[in-house]
C-alpha cells in the first residue's frame, strides 16, 4: 500500500521576526548534536552544532540550545528571512559514531513577507 | 574547495532491477555515509565506510550494500529494486576520528523505482 508520508510540523515566521525550532531527541548516550538546514531540491547543509558538555552555542544569526534534562534541543534563528526559508533537522550522535547518526523528522520553516 | 558529489543526479528503474549510486566526497576526508530520505521514514542511516572498510549499518536489508575506494570515493548498491526504494538517496563525507564528526552532504541521487 502507499505509505504515510511524515507529517512535518510547520513554523511559519513573519519576515524580520526570531524563530524557534523544537526538538526532542532520543538518545540520553548522545553526546553530540547538529542541526541542518535542507532547501528543496539540495542536501542537507550544516547550521551549527554543540556538544553536550554544552547548554548553549551561537553563531551568526542563530543560537542553539541543549536541555539534557529533558532531552531538548533547539535551534533559534534572529531576524528570520525569506532565504531561511527550508526544512530544519536537528541529529544527535554519540562521538565514537562518527557518520552515524539518528535525524529527527524536520520542521518545514515558511517565511512570510 | 570541492564539495561532495553524487552521480548520478537522478534515474529511473523498473521492480527487479539494480542501481550503483556513485560518491565522491571532499578531499582530504576519508568516511563516508550513506543516507536514505523518504517522505514516510525521513532521513535514515544505511552504512559508512572509512579506510575501505565499513565502519557502520543501519537497519535494512542486505539487498542494500556498499563499498569503498583506496581514493576514498564511495558507492552503493541497490539490487533486486523495489517500489519502496524510491527515495533520494544522501552521501556525506566527514573527516571522521578526532573530529567533531560534521557531515558535509551532497545533492543526493533520486531514484525512481516504476
Known amino acids: 500500500g502507499e505509505s504515510v508520508g511524515l507529517h512535518l510540523p510547520t513554523l511559519s515566521v513573519q519576515e524580520g521576526d526570531n524563530s524557534i525550532i523544537n526538538c526532542a531527541y532520543s538518545n540520553s548516550a548522545s553526546d553530540y548534536f547538529i542541526w541542518y538546514k535542507q532547501e528543496s531540491g539540495k542536501g542537507p547543509q550544516f547550521i551549527i552544532d554543540i556538544r553536550s558538555n554544552m547548554d548553549k552555542r551561537q553563531g551568526q544569526r542563530v543560537t542553539v540550545l541543549l536541555n539534557k534534562t529533558v532531552k531538548h534541543l533547539s535551534l533559534q534563528i534572529a531576524a528570520t528571512q525569506p532565504g531561511d526559508s527550508a526544512v530544519y533537522f536537528c541529529a544527535e550522535k554519540r562521538t565514537d559514531s562518527w557518520g552515524k547518526f539518528q535525524f529527527g523528522a524536520g520542521t518545514q520553516v515558511v517565511v512570510t513577507p | 574547495k570541492a564539495g561532495v558529489t553524487q552521480t548520478p543526479r537522478y534515474l529511473i528503474k523498473t521492480r527487479g532491477q539494480q542501481v550503483t549510486l556513485s560518491c565522491s566526497p571532499i578531499s582530504g576526508h576519508r568516511s563516508v555515509s550513506w543516507y536514505q530520505q523518504t517522505p514516510g521514514q525521513g532521513l535514515q542511516f544505511l552504512f559508512e565506510?572509512?579506510?575501505?572498510?565499513?565502519?557502520n549499518k543501519g537497519n535494512f536489508p542486505g539487498r542494500f550494500s556498499g563499498r569503498q575506494f583506496s581514493n576514498s570515493r564511495s558507492e552503493m548498491n541497490v539490487s533486486t529494486l523495489e517500489l519502496g526504494d524510491s527515495a533520494l538517496y544522501l552521501c556525506?563525507?566527514?573527516?571522521?576520528?578526532?573530529?567533531?564528526?560534521?557531515?558535509?552532504f551532497g545533492e543526493g541521487s533520486r531514484l525512481t523505482v516504476l
Open positions: 565506510y572509512f579506510s575501505e572498510t565499513q565502519r
Open positions: 556525506a563525507s566527514s573527516l571522521a576520528q578526532g573530529h567533531t564528526g560534521e557531515l558535509f
